[in-house]
Protein backbone atom coordinates (compact mmCIF):
# COMPACT_ATOMS: atom_id res chain seq x y z
CA UNK A 1 0.00 0.00 0.00
CA UNK A 2 1.33 3.85 -0.86
CA UNK A 3 1.37 6.38 1.88
CA UNK A 4 -0.99 8.51 0.58
CA UNK A 5 0.82 11.16 3.41
CA UNK A 6 4.49 10.90 2.07
CA UNK A 7 3.44 13.57 -0.95
CA UNK A 8 2.59 17.11 0.18
CA UNK A 9 1.11 19.02 -2.52
CA UNK A 10 2.79 22.20 -0.98
CA UNK A 11 6.28 21.14 -0.43
CA UNK A 12 6.17 19.84 -3.84
CA UNK A 13 4.67 22.96 -5.40
CA UNK A 14 8.01 24.21 -3.85
CA UNK A 15 10.74 22.46 -5.20
CA UNK A 16 9.11 22.71 -8.31
CA UNK A 17 8.95 26.38 -7.80
CA UNK A 18 12.53 26.40 -7.16
CA UNK A 19 13.40 25.24 -10.41
CA UNK A 20 13.59 27.81 -12.55
CA UNK A 21 12.04 26.13 -15.75
CA UNK A 22 11.53 29.39 -17.59
CA UNK A 23 10.93 28.62 -21.25
CA UNK A 24 12.62 26.34 -22.79
CA UNK A 25 14.61 25.49 -19.74
CA UNK A 26 13.80 22.88 -17.49
CA UNK A 27 15.84 23.10 -15.03
CA UNK A 28 14.92 19.59 -13.30
CA UNK A 29 11.41 20.26 -12.77
CA UNK A 30 10.53 17.48 -15.15
CA UNK A 31 13.13 15.10 -12.55
CA UNK A 32 11.13 16.17 -9.80
CA UNK A 33 7.81 14.52 -11.32
CA UNK A 34 9.18 12.06 -12.71
CA UNK A 35 10.66 10.61 -9.63
CA UNK A 36 7.51 11.22 -7.54
CA UNK A 37 5.39 9.74 -10.41
CA UNK A 38 7.79 6.50 -11.08
CA UNK A 39 7.83 5.94 -7.02
CA UNK A 40 3.72 5.50 -7.70
CA UNK A 41 4.03 2.83 -10.16
CA UNK A 42 3.55 5.59 -12.80
CA UNK A 43 5.27 4.17 -16.28
CA UNK A 44 7.55 7.62 -17.21
CA UNK A 45 9.10 8.28 -20.41
CA UNK A 46 10.80 11.82 -21.73
CA UNK A 47 9.34 12.76 -24.82
CA UNK A 48 11.84 15.47 -26.31
CA UNK A 49 10.95 17.54 -29.44
CA UNK A 50 13.66 19.77 -30.49
CA UNK A 51 15.54 21.84 -27.82
CA UNK A 52 12.08 21.12 -25.37
CA UNK A 53 11.68 18.28 -22.49
CA UNK A 54 8.38 16.50 -21.86
CA UNK A 55 7.19 14.07 -19.69
CA UNK A 56 4.65 11.76 -20.28
CA UNK A 57 3.72 9.20 -17.13
CA UNK A 58 0.51 6.57 -17.10
CA UNK A 59 -0.41 4.13 -14.60
CA UNK A 60 -2.57 1.05 -15.77
CA UNK A 61 -2.75 -0.67 -19.02
CA UNK A 62 -7.00 -0.70 -19.20
CA UNK A 63 -9.75 1.84 -19.70
CA UNK A 64 -11.07 3.97 -18.55
CA UNK A 65 -8.17 6.29 -18.78
CA UNK A 66 -7.99 10.01 -17.35
CA UNK A 67 -5.27 12.16 -18.11
CA UNK A 68 -4.37 15.05 -16.34
CA UNK A 69 -2.48 17.55 -19.04
CA UNK A 70 -0.19 20.62 -17.63
CA UNK A 71 3.22 22.62 -17.94
CA UNK A 72 5.68 22.53 -15.82
CA UNK A 73 7.55 25.89 -17.86
CA UNK A 74 7.01 29.51 -16.51
CA UNK A 75 7.25 33.20 -18.19
CA UNK A 76 10.28 35.24 -16.78
CA UNK A 77 10.00 36.91 -13.99
CA UNK A 78 11.15 40.10 -14.59
CA UNK A 79 12.95 42.74 -12.71
CA UNK A 80 13.78 39.99 -9.37
CA UNK A 81 13.81 43.62 -6.98
CA UNK A 82 10.06 44.40 -7.64
CA UNK A 83 9.11 40.99 -6.07
CA UNK A 84 8.68 40.93 -2.46
CA UNK A 85 10.20 37.00 -2.19
CA UNK A 86 12.85 36.17 -4.83
CA UNK A 87 10.71 34.46 -7.27
CA UNK A 88 12.37 31.66 -7.69
CA UNK A 89 12.68 30.51 -3.55
CA UNK A 90 9.05 29.67 -2.81
CA UNK A 91 8.90 31.76 0.50
CA UNK A 92 5.58 31.08 2.22
CA UNK A 93 4.40 34.33 3.71
CA UNK A 94 0.96 34.46 5.76
CA UNK A 95 -0.23 31.34 4.44
CA UNK A 96 0.73 32.29 0.64
CA UNK A 97 2.87 30.29 -1.71
CA UNK A 98 5.04 33.11 -3.31
CA UNK A 99 6.87 32.26 -6.51
CA UNK A 100 7.08 32.19 -10.57
CA UNK A 101 4.84 29.15 -11.31
CA UNK A 102 2.57 28.97 -8.29
CA UNK A 103 -0.65 29.82 -9.76
CA UNK A 104 0.27 28.72 -13.48
CA UNK A 105 0.59 25.99 -13.09
CA UNK A 106 3.09 24.44 -10.66
CA UNK A 107 0.35 23.89 -7.93
CA UNK A 108 -2.30 22.37 -9.53
CA UNK A 109 0.61 19.58 -10.87
CA UNK A 110 1.53 18.86 -7.06
CA UNK A 111 -2.36 18.86 -6.26
CA UNK A 112 -2.57 16.22 -8.77
CA UNK A 113 0.51 14.02 -8.00
CA UNK A 114 -1.00 14.33 -4.42
CA UNK A 115 -4.07 13.13 -5.67
CA UNK A 116 -2.92 10.25 -7.70
CA UNK A 117 -0.75 8.79 -4.34
CA UNK A 118 -3.93 8.97 -2.49
CA UNK A 119 -6.73 7.32 -4.53
CA UNK A 120 -3.61 5.11 -5.55
CA UNK A 121 -3.51 4.15 -1.83
CA UNK A 122 -6.75 3.91 -1.71
CA UNK A 123 -7.37 1.45 -4.70
CA UNK A 124 -9.19 3.65 -6.57
CA UNK A 125 -8.00 3.60 -9.57
CA UNK A 126 -9.56 0.90 -11.66
CA UNK A 127 -8.51 1.62 -15.64
CA UNK A 128 -5.82 4.07 -16.43
CA UNK A 129 -4.41 7.42 -15.09
CA UNK A 130 -1.77 9.67 -16.90
CA UNK A 131 -0.34 12.91 -16.74
CA UNK A 132 1.25 14.68 -19.79
CA UNK A 133 3.39 17.42 -18.92
CA UNK A 134 4.84 19.90 -21.36
CA UNK A 135 7.83 21.92 -21.07
CA UNK A 136 6.36 24.34 -23.72
CA UNK A 137 3.41 25.47 -23.15
CA UNK A 138 4.34 29.19 -22.67
CA UNK A 139 6.52 29.23 -25.63
CA UNK A 140 5.31 28.95 -29.30
CA UNK A 141 3.44 25.67 -27.99
CA UNK A 142 5.16 23.79 -31.08
CA UNK A 143 7.37 21.11 -29.37
CA UNK A 144 5.23 20.15 -25.92
CA UNK A 145 1.78 19.51 -25.91
CA UNK A 146 0.92 19.15 -29.78
CA UNK A 147 4.03 16.77 -30.16
CA UNK A 148 3.25 14.65 -27.37
CA UNK A 149 -0.58 14.28 -28.96
CA UNK A 150 0.75 13.61 -32.15
CA UNK A 151 3.37 10.92 -31.37
CA UNK A 152 0.60 9.02 -29.02
CA UNK A 153 -2.12 9.37 -31.40
CA UNK A 154 0.45 7.72 -33.95
CA UNK A 155 0.97 4.61 -31.52
CA UNK A 156 -2.69 4.17 -30.76
CA UNK A 157 -2.94 5.59 -27.62
CA UNK A 158 -6.16 6.29 -26.54
CA UNK A 159 -7.17 8.82 -23.83
CA UNK A 160 -11.18 9.14 -22.83
CA UNK A 161 -11.20 12.44 -20.54
CA UNK A 162 -8.67 15.09 -19.68
CA UNK A 163 -8.53 17.61 -17.52
CA UNK A 164 -5.78 20.59 -17.49
CA UNK A 165 -4.81 22.08 -14.55
CA UNK A 166 -4.63 25.98 -15.74
CA UNK A 167 -5.79 28.51 -13.08
CA UNK A 168 -8.95 29.11 -14.33
CA UNK A 169 -10.80 30.09 -11.40
CA UNK A 170 -11.41 34.03 -11.44
CA UNK A 171 -11.44 35.70 -7.59
CA UNK A 172 -12.08 31.99 -5.39
CA UNK A 173 -10.90 28.47 -5.85
CA UNK A 174 -14.23 26.52 -8.03
CA UNK A 175 -16.02 29.51 -8.99
CA UNK A 176 -14.87 28.89 -13.05
CA UNK A 177 -13.45 25.69 -15.02
CA UNK A 178 -13.44 26.15 -18.77
CA UNK A 179 -14.91 24.23 -21.30
CA UNK A 180 -13.49 25.64 -24.17
CA UNK A 181 -11.41 28.44 -25.72
CA UNK A 182 -11.53 30.83 -28.71
CA UNK A 183 -9.34 30.32 -31.37
CA UNK A 184 -6.30 33.13 -32.16
CA UNK A 185 -5.29 34.42 -35.58
CA UNK A 186 -2.13 36.73 -36.07
CA UNK A 187 -2.17 38.08 -39.30
CA UNK A 188 0.84 40.50 -40.42
CA UNK A 189 0.54 43.14 -43.43
CA UNK A 190 3.43 44.37 -44.98
CA UNK A 191 2.85 47.24 -47.80
CA UNK A 192 5.81 47.51 -49.84
CA UNK A 193 5.49 51.54 -51.92
CA UNK A 194 8.02 53.42 -53.62
CA UNK A 195 10.48 55.87 -51.49
CA UNK A 196 10.49 59.47 -52.74
CA UNK A 197 10.40 63.38 -51.68
CA UNK A 198 7.02 64.59 -50.10
CA UNK A 199 7.27 67.47 -52.47
CA UNK A 200 6.91 65.20 -55.36
CA UNK A 201 4.44 62.34 -54.33
CA UNK A 202 3.47 61.46 -58.00
CA UNK A 203 7.23 60.02 -58.54
CA UNK A 204 6.18 58.06 -55.25
CA UNK A 205 3.80 55.51 -53.85
CA UNK A 206 3.06 56.07 -50.26
CA UNK A 207 2.19 52.34 -48.44
CA UNK A 208 1.10 54.48 -45.45
CA UNK A 209 -2.28 55.34 -46.31
CA UNK A 210 -2.99 51.94 -48.04
CA UNK A 211 -2.31 50.47 -44.27
CA UNK A 212 -4.32 52.70 -43.18
CA UNK A 213 -7.45 51.85 -45.26
CA UNK A 214 -6.68 48.09 -44.97
CA UNK A 215 -6.79 48.56 -41.25
CA UNK A 216 -9.91 50.46 -41.35
CA UNK A 217 -11.54 48.27 -43.85
CA UNK A 218 -10.82 45.15 -41.27
CA UNK A 219 -11.89 47.15 -37.94
CA UNK A 220 -15.36 48.33 -39.19
CA UNK A 221 -16.70 44.59 -39.72
CA UNK A 222 -18.24 43.05 -36.84
CA UNK A 223 -17.39 39.39 -36.98
CA UNK A 224 -20.01 38.48 -35.57
CA UNK A 225 -22.78 39.05 -32.39
CA UNK A 226 -21.17 35.78 -30.18
CA UNK A 227 -21.95 32.19 -30.04
CA UNK A 228 -23.61 29.81 -27.60
CA UNK A 229 -21.02 30.06 -24.45
CA UNK A 230 -18.77 32.49 -26.51
CA UNK A 231 -18.68 36.05 -26.44
CA UNK A 232 -18.04 37.87 -29.80
CA UNK A 233 -15.29 37.84 -31.68
CA UNK A 234 -12.53 40.56 -31.54
CA UNK A 235 -10.34 42.03 -33.53
CA UNK A 236 -7.33 44.06 -32.71
CA UNK A 237 -4.36 45.93 -34.06
CA UNK A 238 -1.43 45.34 -31.88
CA UNK A 239 1.08 46.94 -34.16
CA UNK A 240 1.98 49.76 -36.58
CA UNK A 241 5.57 49.96 -37.81
CA UNK A 242 6.49 52.41 -40.58
CA UNK A 243 10.15 53.32 -38.94
CA UNK A 244 10.90 56.72 -40.66
CA UNK A 245 12.54 59.09 -38.77
CA UNK A 246 12.70 61.81 -41.95
CA UNK A 247 9.76 64.26 -41.83
CA UNK A 248 10.57 64.74 -45.97
CA UNK A 249 10.23 61.39 -46.58
CA UNK A 250 7.73 59.13 -48.19
CA UNK A 251 8.64 55.65 -46.37
CA UNK A 252 8.80 52.10 -48.75
CA UNK A 253 7.50 50.31 -46.34
CA UNK A 254 4.50 50.26 -43.61
CA UNK A 255 3.79 47.00 -42.09
CA UNK A 256 1.03 46.27 -39.37
CA UNK A 257 0.27 43.15 -36.37
CA UNK A 258 -3.21 42.08 -36.10
CA UNK A 259 -4.76 39.93 -33.70
CA UNK A 260 -8.24 38.16 -33.61
CA UNK A 261 -9.48 35.86 -31.63
CA UNK A 262 -12.48 33.91 -32.73
CA UNK A 263 -15.76 31.70 -31.30
CA UNK A 264 -17.11 29.04 -33.53
CA UNK A 265 -18.57 31.02 -36.08
CA UNK A 266 -15.39 31.63 -38.12
CA UNK A 267 -12.09 29.05 -38.85
CA UNK A 268 -8.44 30.13 -38.70
CA UNK A 269 -8.46 29.68 -42.54
CA UNK A 270 -11.83 32.19 -43.34
CA UNK A 271 -10.31 34.68 -41.23
CA UNK A 272 -6.79 34.76 -43.45
CA UNK A 273 -9.11 34.33 -46.61
CA UNK A 274 -11.23 37.36 -45.40
CA UNK A 275 -8.25 39.67 -45.00
CA UNK A 276 -6.30 38.72 -47.76
CA UNK A 277 -9.08 39.35 -49.97
CA UNK A 278 -9.49 42.85 -48.76
CA UNK A 279 -5.30 43.56 -48.86
CA UNK A 280 -5.83 42.21 -52.88
CA UNK A 281 -8.62 44.84 -53.28
CA UNK A 282 -6.02 47.76 -52.08
CA UNK A 283 -3.26 46.60 -54.48
CA UNK A 284 -5.60 46.59 -57.48
CA UNK A 285 -5.07 50.31 -57.93
CA UNK A 286 -1.87 51.02 -56.10
CA UNK A 287 2.27 50.81 -57.79
CA UNK A 288 3.45 48.44 -55.06
CA UNK A 289 2.64 45.15 -53.36
CA UNK A 290 0.14 44.50 -50.14
CA UNK A 291 1.27 41.01 -48.46
CA UNK A 292 -0.36 39.27 -45.61
CA UNK A 293 1.08 36.77 -43.91
CA UNK A 294 -0.78 34.66 -41.17
CA UNK A 295 -0.23 31.96 -38.04
CA UNK A 296 -3.04 30.17 -36.30
CA UNK A 297 -2.36 29.16 -32.92
CA UNK A 298 -5.66 27.66 -32.36
CA UNK A 299 -9.07 26.93 -33.44
CA UNK A 300 -12.26 27.68 -31.36
CA UNK A 301 -13.74 24.69 -30.14
CA UNK A 302 -16.12 23.74 -27.32
CA UNK A 303 -16.44 20.87 -25.30
CA UNK A 304 -19.42 19.00 -25.88
CA UNK A 305 -21.88 18.93 -23.79
CA UNK A 306 -23.70 15.92 -25.22
CA UNK A 307 -22.30 12.33 -24.64
CA UNK A 308 -19.30 11.32 -22.28
CA UNK A 309 -18.15 14.83 -22.56
CA UNK A 310 -21.06 16.34 -20.65
CA UNK A 311 -21.14 13.27 -18.13
CA UNK A 312 -17.53 14.76 -17.43
CA UNK A 313 -18.20 18.42 -17.37
CA UNK A 314 -21.26 17.37 -15.28
CA UNK A 315 -18.69 15.16 -12.95
CA UNK A 316 -16.24 17.69 -12.50
CA UNK A 317 -19.27 20.66 -11.76
CA UNK A 318 -19.88 17.88 -8.73
CA UNK A 319 -16.80 17.17 -6.95
CA UNK A 320 -15.64 21.13 -6.89
CA UNK A 321 -19.34 21.99 -6.03
CA UNK A 322 -19.05 19.39 -3.04
CA UNK A 323 -15.61 20.61 -1.76
CA UNK A 324 -15.58 24.23 -2.24
CA UNK A 325 -19.88 24.81 -2.38
CA UNK A 326 -19.84 26.92 -5.63
CA UNK A 327 -21.03 26.01 -8.92
CA UNK A 328 -18.42 26.68 -10.95
CA UNK A 329 -19.56 28.84 -13.94
CA UNK A 330 -18.86 27.13 -17.66
CA UNK A 331 -16.43 29.53 -19.69
CA UNK A 332 -14.98 29.96 -22.63
CA UNK A 333 -12.95 33.39 -22.15
CA UNK A 334 -9.40 34.24 -21.69
CA UNK A 335 -6.70 33.49 -23.79
CA UNK A 336 -5.54 29.53 -25.30
CA UNK A 337 -3.90 27.01 -23.79
CA UNK A 338 -2.53 23.19 -24.79
CA UNK A 339 -6.25 22.17 -24.32
CA UNK A 340 -6.31 23.15 -28.11
CA UNK A 341 -4.04 20.00 -28.60
CA UNK A 342 -5.89 17.76 -26.90
CA UNK A 343 -9.12 18.37 -28.13
CA UNK A 344 -8.89 16.74 -30.98
CA UNK A 345 -8.48 13.60 -29.34
CA UNK A 346 -11.06 13.29 -25.84
CA UNK A 347 -13.35 15.67 -24.27
CA UNK A 348 -11.57 18.39 -22.60
CA UNK A 349 -11.85 20.69 -19.83
CA UNK A 350 -9.68 22.96 -18.21
CA UNK A 351 -9.95 23.40 -14.31
CA UNK A 352 -7.18 24.74 -11.33
CA UNK A 353 -6.03 27.56 -9.04
CA UNK A 354 -7.04 31.36 -8.83
CA UNK A 355 -5.37 33.03 -12.09
CA UNK A 356 -5.41 36.38 -11.14
CA UNK A 357 -1.54 36.55 -10.30
CA UNK A 358 -0.56 34.30 -13.02
CA UNK A 359 2.40 36.11 -14.89
CA UNK A 360 2.59 38.67 -12.60
CA UNK A 361 5.15 40.31 -9.52
CA UNK A 362 4.62 37.95 -6.67
CA UNK A 363 3.09 34.98 -8.40
CA UNK A 364 1.28 33.51 -5.40
CA UNK A 365 -1.47 30.48 -4.16
CA UNK A 366 -2.68 30.33 -1.07
CA UNK A 367 -1.34 27.05 1.21
CA UNK A 368 -4.93 26.68 1.80
CA UNK A 369 -6.34 26.62 -2.03
CA UNK A 370 -3.68 24.34 -3.01
CA UNK A 371 -4.51 21.85 -0.07
CA UNK A 372 -8.35 22.16 -1.60
CA UNK A 373 -7.59 21.39 -5.27
CA UNK A 374 -5.81 18.66 -4.25
CA UNK A 375 -9.12 17.50 -2.19
CA UNK A 376 -11.07 18.33 -5.45
CA UNK A 377 -8.26 16.35 -7.83
CA UNK A 378 -8.50 12.81 -5.36
CA UNK A 379 -12.50 13.07 -5.41
CA UNK A 380 -12.54 13.53 -9.13
CA UNK A 381 -10.34 10.52 -9.46
CA UNK A 382 -12.12 8.58 -7.52
CA UNK A 383 -16.04 9.71 -8.58
CA UNK A 384 -14.44 9.31 -12.03
CA UNK A 385 -13.28 5.78 -12.20
CA UNK A 386 -16.81 4.89 -10.17
CA UNK A 387 -18.80 6.60 -12.95
CA UNK A 388 -17.09 5.80 -16.37
CA UNK A 389 -16.07 1.91 -15.15
CA UNK A 390 -19.67 1.22 -14.60
CA UNK A 391 -20.55 3.37 -17.83
Known amino acids: MLNATSLDPVAMSAALIRRPSVTPADAGALDIL ?51 APPFAAEIRDGVLIGRGAADMKGAIAAFVAAAARKLSEGAVSGSLSLMITGDEEGLALHGTKAMVATLVAEGERIDHCLVGE ?60 FTAFQPSNLEITSIDIGNPATNVIPARAEAQVNIRFNPNHSGADLA ?18 RTEFHVSGEAFL ?53 ASMHKIDEQAPVEDILRLERIYARLIGDYFTRFSAG
Open 34 to 84: ESALASLGFCCRRMPFAAIDNLYARWGTTGPHLCFAGHTDVVPAGAEGDWS
Open 167 to 226: PTSQTRLGDMMKIGRRGSLNAHLIVEGVQGHVAYPDRAANPAPILVHLLHTLMKRRLDEG
Open 273 to 290: RWIESEAKRLEEDFRGSV
Open 303 to 355: TDPRGSGGAFLDLIEEVVAAETGLNPERSTTGGTSDARFIRDICPVVEFGLVG
